[in-house]
């Protein structure tokens, strides 16, 4: 379980996050959501130590992440895997070797053990023989596929997932998504997805978290999102007149 | 470099010399690094040098019209200028451009799309794996460069001299043996030092903390470049007055 405990961040007296706290169980597909520039992505780099929270901490089961020494948050590191929003993945290296880094770093496993779990990484994320190719081989969604299977490579005891759906078809959307949920349960990761992909939210949100403006307006569930009646909420969930339809029907 | 920079510029340069999370792989690194920085470089600095040398020949000769003057002082002046000044700035300043703007490219590109973020999420030094590679490949090569860029640059000297008649062989060769310092070479060689260290660190530096996208990244290419053969400049004064 990750929890955060009122969050503040600013950048140049521009105060970006405002006491946000919250709390992340595993084995289930949390949510963070918000419209562009809320702070979502702000939240997410306090959450894995990318920026420095002003004040509040973070406890990843307990522990404290950020008062931290640099050893400390290695360790804490090493449990964390995370999908970013380009992929992310490394240039230079094949989808094999891109997987097979953290393995290579920090594992004394035989390259047989390592090729073995790259393989099981490739098939769970249905790219089963892809292992030569380069990521400027790869189309978005095979990017961000192989960006899952890097980070469940070390398996990890969180995961966090940065817009995974941007740029993306919807029925590409849908396949990441079940992905992430299914791997979400199969190894009861506790599992941070930050997106504004409505899909998402209604698809595989078991907790919601919904920031405006810095701040956290709301939390709950996608069954109870259709319900309730903040207007901040309902504009950013329902903006469409397909989802308006959509929550009508509820 | 203002002093905010300079400061995140040691302090990144102390995060860089932290221990490596598995020395094999650095070591790895390191391979590829000084294939490319040393061998990747080895006809640019070579074609480089032997030019130099061959012009400096003819410049000298031209300057020298006196007849009390020897002919053996060309070889001399060459050598001395060679080893002393031209092989290591030159080469470092060259260096500096090809090599300067694609290490701060490569940085550059992998923080503006979030590679370096991926890095540091896992858990791995991103400025050790990153730079400290780089940078004993730059201080190591370019030493070494220098040493073949000095030889050939004399070299080129006894060619432009013998094929264009400025000179004679044999007084080429008999100026270039005469009164020679062997401490010269090492003054040649602090100085190949100091400059591998800049030429790889400074735009490493500069490539570790863009913010933005593909123009961000050129300027900060652009800006390592500059930087660098500043700096390198500063350093060959401030190396040449202490040693000398």
Same mark, same amino acid.
């Given at each position: 379980m990750i929890?955060?405990k009122?969050i503040?961040?600013?950048?140049?007296?521009? *105060? !970006? &996050?405002?006491?946000?706290s919250?709390?992340?169980e595993?084995?289930?597909?949390n949510?963070?959501?918000?419209g562009?520039? @809320?702070?979502?992505?702000?939240?997410l780099?306090?959450?894995?130590?990318?920026h420095?929270?002003?004040?509040?901490?973070?406890l990843y089961?307990?522990r404290?992440?950020?008062?931290?020494?640099?050893e400390q948050?290695? $360790?804490?590191?090493?449990e964390?895997?995370?999908?970013f929003?380009g992929?992310?993945?490394?240039? @230079?290296?094949?989808?094999?070797?891109?997987?097979?880094?953290?393995l290579n770093?920090f594992?004394n496993q035989?390259?047989?053990e390592k090729?073995?779990?790259?393989?099981?990484?490739?098939?769970?994320?249905?790219?089963?023989?892809?292992?030569? /190719?380069?990521?400027?081989?790869?189309?978005?969604?095979? +990017?961000?596929r192989?960006g899952i299977?890097?980070?469940?490579?070390m398996?990890? +005891?969180?995961?966090f997932?940065?817009?995974?759906? @941007?740029?993306l078809d919807p029925?590409?959307?849908i396949v990441?998504?079940?992905?992430?949920?299914e791997l979400t349960e199969?190894?009861?990761?506790?599992?941070? !997805?930050v997106t504004?992909d409505?899909n998402?939210?209604?698809?595989?949100?078991?907790y919601i978290?919904?920031l405006?403006?810095g701040?956290?307006?709301?939390?709950?569930s996608? +069954?109870e999102?259709?319900?309730?009646d903040?207007?901040e909420?309902n504009d950013? %969930?329902?903006?469409s007149?397909?989802?308006?339809?959509? +929550? *009508?029907?509820? | 470099m203002?002093f905010?920079?300079?400061?995140?510029?040691?302090l990144? /340069?102390k995060?860089v010399?932290r221990?490596p999370?598995? /020395?094999k792989?650095?070591?790895? $690194?390191?391979?590829k690094q000084m294939?490319?920085?040393?061998?990747?470089?080895l006809? &640019?600095?070579a074609?480089?040098?032997?030019?130099i040398g061959?012009?400096m020949t &003819?410049q000298i000769?031209f300057q020298l019209?006196s007849?009390?003057?020897?002919?053996t002082?060309?070889?001399?002046v060459?050598r001395d200028s060679?080893?002393?000044?031209?092989? #290591?700035?030159?080469s470092a300043?060259?260096?500096a451009g090809k090599?300067?703007s694609a290490?701060s490219? $490569?940085?550059?590109?992998?923080? %503006?799309? $979030?590679?370096i973020?991926?890095?540091?999420?896992?858990?791995?030094?991103?400025p050790g794996y990153l730079? =400290?590679?780089?940078?004993i490949?730059?201080?190591t090569?370019?030493?070494?460069?220098?040493?073949?860029s000095?030889? =050939?640059?004399?070299s080129?000297g006894? &060619?432009?001299?013998? =094929?264009?008649?400025a000179?004679?062989?044999?007084?080429?060769?008999?100026g270039?043996?005469? *009164?020679?310092n062997?401490?010269t070479?090492v003054?040649? /060689?602090?100085?190949?030092?100091v400059?591998?260290?800049?030429?790889?660190?400074? #735009?490493?530096?500069?490539?570790?903390y863009?913010r933005?996208g593909a123009?961000?990244v050129?300027?900060?290419?652009?800006r390592?470049? !500059?930087?660098s053969?500043i700096?390198?400049l %500063?350093?060959?004064y =401030?190396?040449?007055?202490?040693l000398?």
């Amino acid at each position: 379980m990750i929890e955060v405990k009122d969050i503040y961040k600013s950048f140049s007296g521009n *105060d !970006v &996050l405002k006491g946000i706290s919250g709390k992340f169980e595993e084995g289930v597909t949390n949510l963070i959501i918000g419209g562009s520039g @809320s702070g979502k992505t702000t939240l997410l780099k306090c959450m894995v130590g990318l920026h420095q929270p002003d004040s509040g901490s973070v406890l990843y089961d307990g522990r404290d992440f950020t008062p931290m020494t640099y050893e400390q948050r290695i $360790e804490v590191r090493k449990e964390i895997g995370m999908l970013f929003q380009g992929s992310a993945l490394f240039d @230079s290296m094949t989808v094999e070797d891109n997987i097979m880094f953290p393995l290579n770093m920090f594992t004394n496993q035989t390259r047989k053990e390592k090729l073995e779990r790259v393989n099981f990484c490739l098939e769970r994320v249905n790219l089963a023989g892809k292992n030569a /190719l380069f990521p400027a081989e790869l189309s978005g969604g095979m +990017k961000k596929r192989v960006g899952i299977a890097r980070a469940i490579s070390m398996n990890p +005891k969180y995961l966090f997932c940065d817009e995974p759906n @941007s740029g993306l078809d919807p029925k590409t959307s849908i396949v990441i998504d079940e992905l992430i949920q299914e791997l979400t349960e199969e190894f009861k990761t506790t599992t941070i !997805v930050v997106t504004h992909d409505m899909n998402s939210v209604m698809g595989i949100g078991d907790y919601i978290l919904f920031l405006h403006e810095g701040k956290k307006f709301w939390e709950g569930s996608n +069954k109870e999102i259709a319900h309730t009646d903040i207007k901040e909420l309902n504009d950013f %969930v329902f903006a469409s007149s397909f989802m308006k339809a959509a +929550k *009508d029907k509820f | 470099m203002n002093f905010t920079n300079f400061g995140r510029y040691i302090l990144l /340069l102390k995060s860089v010399f932290r221990r490596p999370e598995k /020395l094999k792989i650095y070591l790895k $690194e390191i391979a590829k690094q000084m294939d490319y920085v040393g061998v990747g470089s080895l006809g &640019l600095i070579a074609i480089i040098s032997t030019f130099i040398g061959a012009v400096m020949t &003819l410049q000298i000769a031209f300057q020298l019209v006196s007849d009390f003057i020897p002919k053996t002082i060309i070889g001399s002046v060459n050598r001395d200028s060679s080893i002393l000044e031209l092989s #290591p700035t030159i080469s470092a300043i060259v260096l500096a451009g090809k090599i300067g703007s694609a290490i701060s490219s $490569e940085i550059g590109s992998m923080r %503006v799309t $979030e590679q370096i973020d991926a890095l540091e999420i896992m858990g791995i030094n991103a400025p050790g794996y990153l730079i =400290l590679p780089k940078i004993i490949s730059g201080i190591t090569m370019v030493p070494m460069l220098v040493i073949i860029s000095m030889f =050939l640059s004399i070299s080129g000297g006894y &060619l432009g001299g013998s =094929l264009s008649g400025a000179v004679t062989p044999s007084e080429y060769l008999q100026g270039i043996t005469t *009164d020679f310092n062997p401490y010269t070479i090492v003054v040649a /060689l602090v100085k190949a030092f100091v400059f591998g260290f800049i030429i790889t660190s400074v #735009p490493a530096y500069e490539g570790f903390y863009v913010r933005g996208g593909a123009l961000e990244v050129s300027q900060a290419s652009t800006r390592a470049v !500059v930087i660098s053969c500043i700096s390198i400049l %500063v350093c060959d004064y =401030l190396v040449t007055q202490l040693l000398l």
